[in-house]
């Protein structure tokens, strides 16, 4: 499949082989995996390969996991260590046969590296490589070096730092072996699993370091494609702004600038709706490079209208598909029908939407969450809110893919209302509320203490089935369809006005949402 015609790369995690209690076979491959793609919009998966220099699947130059291990401690890594030998036994191995499965049902497979891993693995696990174990002196931070503790410094310190060459070297040929021992369209390097590869004073003056790196793949992916006809594409998974890449050690820009990359997977997913990600698709023009807006169910976006505003708003910004985390065990009709409407441009612009504002304490600084905050800007939520002078208050932007005054004018729209979800709101605390200058009638407000809901997985059956979940607050509800709403950047002002009641805790303002109905 040409690349151009990739509207959606799906991350596949490599679940079958990690999270799997009984027998994995072809057949399962092709019942649990394969089967759920046909009629999606998805072209491409990024399969992945393992975590921690430990691998999970056929390689010769890595080490495979639970290699070395007579008994393990949980079910789930016994199984994946059989699993991971019966199907060598069987089919070559699982790289072999989910890339001949996937190439049968039409879909390229680009095997994903995961560049850094910081989860919280004991150290003597089967799944905390012995590369780790055996070169100590190779990590971001240093044998007997004392790390305070929760900080981000501490969150990255497990993880291998791109310095040494040591550790460049290995991964390199565990990349190479990636695409050339396997018939693949390409390979995907997950710089968001986990975004921190140098000490952070050191990441941006190393950047050069990760360049070269980049440098030596794209040369014998080259040198490889040309042996076999094909092109082999290069697929980046980055953090959501330019600068915030540059800063940790990763220059995007000269990456496509060069020719380096084919594709840029522009951010985690964590803050899609404040992301400039048009800045990705400026830098990209004049070039080859493809850039792709990037979704993470576990933010949480599963709800429908809520994909659809994010779909909307990369589109307008000018990508050239959609690339998807942890949404790879979502159920076929759930993609056939989803994804389908997100990529059909002409049905989405009268979808329903709901727009929101992105979160900064949704990431700690704990291990692998905290490798996430070190790579984000931050977001405009929370807010503490307290009183000002009237004029001031919390200045806030919505951008907004819909042309909502068109569709007023044509008749097209239903309403539009918004929603402000808050901690700690008194009966009688009133707010100042004005959309681009506008003022939004507080006698029209409807207050819930409800709270607010979400679709997130249940876990009953792993990433597929969905439930609400609820967060408890205060709801102010306005009815803004009369006010004008821009396609582009909206100005959200929020002032606070105490009542007379005492206030125990800060007021905050927790939720932001703009609700879009058509018809």
């Not at 057949?27 to 649990?32: A, F, H, K, V």
Request: contains cysteine.
């Amino acid at each position: 499949m040409s690349r151009k015609n990739r509207m959606i790369i799906s991350n596949d995690d490599g679940w079958i082989m990690g999270n799997m209690t009984s027998e994995v076979t072809p057949e399962t491959i092709t019942e649990l995996m394969i089967d759920t793609y046909p009629g999606s919009p998805i072209g491409g998966v990024s399969w992945c390969v393992g975590n921690s220099e430990t691998y999970e699947y056929e390689t010769e130059v890595g080490e495979r996991t639970g290699d070395g291990y007579e008994h393990f401690k949980d079910e789930r890594t016994y199984w994946l260590h059989k699993n991971l030998y019966s199907l060598i036994e069987s089919s070559g191995g699982p790289l072999t046969e989910i890339t001949r499965q996937f190439h049968e049902a039409g879909i390229d497979v680009l095997p994903s590296m995961r560049m850094n891993s910081h989860y919280d693995v004991a150290y003597d696990a089967p799944g905390h490589g012995k590369f780790r174990r055996e070169h100590r002196e190779w990590l971001i931070g240093q044998p007997n070096e004392y790390i305070p503790r929760p900080t981000l410094e501490f969150a990255i310190a497990r993880g291998v730092d791109y310095k040494f060459p040591g550790v460049r070297g290995h991964l390199l040929e565990v990349i190479f072996e990636l695409f050339e021992k396997f018939d693949v369209a390409g390979v995907e390097l997950d710089y968001f699993r986990h975004p921190a590869f140098f000490r952070v004073e050191e990441a941006y003056s190393n950047r050069y370091l990760m360049t070269d790196f980049i440098r030596r793949i794209r040369q014998r992916m080259d040198e490889v494609g040309e042996e076999r006809g094909k092109h082999l594409d290069l697929l980046v998974r980055v953090p959501p702004t330019l600068y915030d890449s540059k800063r940790i050690g990763l220059d995007v820009e000269t990456w496509i600038t060069e020719g380096l990359v084919d594709i840029v997977a522009a951010g985690g997913g964590f803050m899609p709706f404040e992301q400039s990600i048009r800045e990705f698709v400026e830098v990209a023009e004049g070039t080859d490079c493809l850039i792709y807006g990037s979704f993470e169910a576990l933010r949480w976006a599963l709800d429908e209208e809520l994909l659809y505003a994010l779909a909307a708003r990369f589109w307008d910004a000018g990508v050239d598909g959609f690339y998807l985390f942890n949404y790879f065990n979502a159920p076929n009709e759930w993609k056939r029908r989803v994804l389908g409407n997100m990529v059909d441009r002409e049905k989405l612009g009268r979808l329903n939407k709901r727009y929101e504002l992105d979160h900064s304490d949704r990431s700690g600084k704990e291990y692998h969450s905290g490798a996430f905050r070190y790579a984000l800007p931050w977001a405009s939520l929370p807010v503490f809110m307290e009183e000002t002078q009237p004029g001031g208050g919390s200045s806030l932007t919505l951008d907004i893919a819909d042309d909502v005054e068109t569709a007023k004018a044509d008749g097209g729209l239903g309403s539009c209302t918004l929603d402000l979800g808050f901690d700690n709101l008194n009966e009688d605390d009133e707010l100042d509320v004005r959309i681009n200058g506008e003022a939004v009638a507080w006698s029209s407000m409807e207050r819930s203490e409800d709270g607010w809901g979400y679709t997130a997985f249940d876990g009953v059956v792993y990433h597929t089935t969905m439930s609400e979940r609820r967060v408890e607050g205060t709801v102010i509800r306005f009815d803004v369809t009369g006010l004008p709403i821009r396609k582009g950047e909206n100005e959200l002002l929020v002032r606070l006005i105490k009542g007379a009641g005492p206030h125990f805790e800060a007021v905050k303002l927790t939720e932001v949402r703009l609700h879009i109905n058509y018809g």
